[in-house]
C-alpha cells in the first residue's frame, strides 16, 4: 500500500532495471529467413523489403558465415523459381538438383552447424501461386500433403534438419512425419506453420519470390480456403494442438505483432516450443516509417521483439535478426 509500495524504485537506474528484467533478446533466439535465387554473383535488394536481399548460392555461402560469426545459429530457406520450371504440381520442388535442394547442401558446406530449416509448400513452385494443387477451383488437401511428404525427404536427403511447411493442409504433419520415419529421417524435426492467417501482411514476401496467386479463371484469387480467419482464436488452438498430435516438434503462429494474443494463448496450450514468425509486411512497414523519420528504427525494432518474445515466442523468424545481432554485438 502508499507509501509503502513504489513500484519506481524498480526503474530507478539501469542497473536496477538490468536486474529485474523479465525478457531478453538475444541472437538465440532468431530463424533468418533468406531467399536464394539461380545465378552467380546475384545479390538483389527486394523493393518492398528495404535492405534485404535475394540471393545466388555464392552470395548465400559468404552470408551463412557472416550469420554464424555474428552469433545467429539458424536459417530459413525459401527459393524463386524460374516462371518456366512451374507447374501445378509444384514438380520442381522435388528435383535432386533443384535449387533449395543445392542451397541446403551450400549452407550445410559453408557452415556445418548452421541449423537448416527449409520452407515446404508448393507456392513458389505453382503455375498458380498456391500452396496446393489446384483442380476445378478447388486446392486438393490430400493429394497437396502428398506432395509435401516427398518434398520433405527430398530437404532431408539434401541435409536439412527441420522441414518447415507453411502450407496449412490438413494432416499434413502426420503424411510428414510417417514419410519421414518410413526413409529413416526420424532425426529430422518438423517446425509446424499450425496457426498461420489469411494475411495482407504476406505482400512483400510474395514479392520477394513472385509467388502471389495468379488472376486466372477458376482459380482461387487467396489463399481463404486453407489459411486462417483472421477473426479466429480458437480455431488457432484446434489447429496447432492437431499438429502437436501429428508430429510437430515445433509449433509457429504466423504474422507475429498483429498475433500476440494468439501467441500467448498457445503458449499456454502447448508444451512444445513456439515459434512466431514477424512477417515481410511487418518488417516493412517499420523500414518504411523509420526511411521518413517518423520512429527510431532501432529502439521500436527492439520493442517489437521483446513484444513477440513477452508474448511466449521462444524462436523468432524475422528478417531484423542480423540488424538485432549488430546492434547487440
Ligand atoms: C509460403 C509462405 C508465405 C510466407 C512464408 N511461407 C507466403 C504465403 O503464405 O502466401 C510469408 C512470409 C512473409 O510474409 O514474410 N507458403
Request: contains cysteine.
Amino acid at each position: 500500500m502508499f507509501p509503502l509500495i513504489r513500484n519506481r524504485r524498480l526503474r530507478a537506474t539501469e542497473s536496477i532495471r538490468r536486474l529485474v528484467r523479465e525478457t531478453v533478446i538475444t541472437p538465440d533466439d532468431f530463424l533468418v529467413p533468406l531467399f536464394v535465387v539461380e545465378g552467380k554473383g546475384i545479390k538483389e535488394e527486394i523493393p518492398s523489403m528495404p535492405n534485404y536481399c535475394r540471393m545466388s548460392l555464392d552470395h548465400l555461402e559468404i552470408e551463412v558465415k557472416e550469420l554464424w560469426q555474428m552469433g545467429l545459429c539458424a536459417v530459413l530457406l525459401f527459393v524463386k523459381v524460374p516462371d518456366d520450371l512451374k507447374d501445378n504440381k509444384g514438380t520442381e520442388a522435388l528435383n535432386p538438383d533443384g535449387l533449395m535442394q543445392r542451397a541446403i547442401k551450400t549452407v550445410k558446406n559453408a557452415c556445418p552447424e548452421m541449423l537448416v530449416m527449409t520452407d515446404v509448400a508448393l507456392d513458389p513452385f505453382s503455375s498458380y501461386g498456391h500452396d496446393g494443387i489446384v483442380t476445378e477451383g478447388q486446392i486438393l488437401n490430400d493429394e497437396t500433403s502428398e506432395v509435401l511428404a516427398e518434398m520433405s525427404i527430398s530437404h532431408a536427403k539434401a541435409g536439412a534438419d527441420f522441414v518447415a511447411p507453411s502450407d496449412m493442409m490438413d494432416g499434413r504433419i502426420l503424411t510428414i512425419r510417417e514419410a519421414l520415419e518410413d526413409e529413416g529421417f526420424q532425426n529430422t524435426g518438423i517446425m509446424s506453420y499450425s496457426a498461420k492467417y489469411a494475411s495482407a501482411y504476406y505482400g512483400p514476401f510474395r514479392d520477394a519470390l513472385d509467388s502471389a496467386p495468379v488472376d486466372i479463371e477458376n482459380v482461387p484469387k487467396d489463399k481463404k480456403t486453407y489459411q486462417m480467419d483472421p477473426a479466429n482464436r480458437f480455431e488457432a488452438i484446434r489447429e496447432t494442438q492437431m499438429d502437436v498430435d501429428e508430429g510437430a516438434d515445433i509449433v509457429m503462429v504466423k504474422p507475429g505483432l498483429p498475433y500476440l494474443d494468439i501467441v500467448r494463448e498457445i503458449k499456454n496450450e502447448v508444451d512444445v516450443p513456439v515459434a512466431v514468425y514477424q512477417v515481410s509486411g511487418e518488417y516493412a512497414m517499420l523500414k518504411a516509417a523509420a526511411e521518413k523519420g517518423w520512429l527510431n528504427h532501432d529502439t521500436v525494432m527492439m520493442e517489437q521483439l521483446l513484444a513477440i518474445k513477452r508474448a511466449g515466442a521462444n524462436i523468432i523468424a524475422s528478417y531484423f535478426a542480423k540488424d538485432v545481432a549488430r546492434l547487440l554485438g
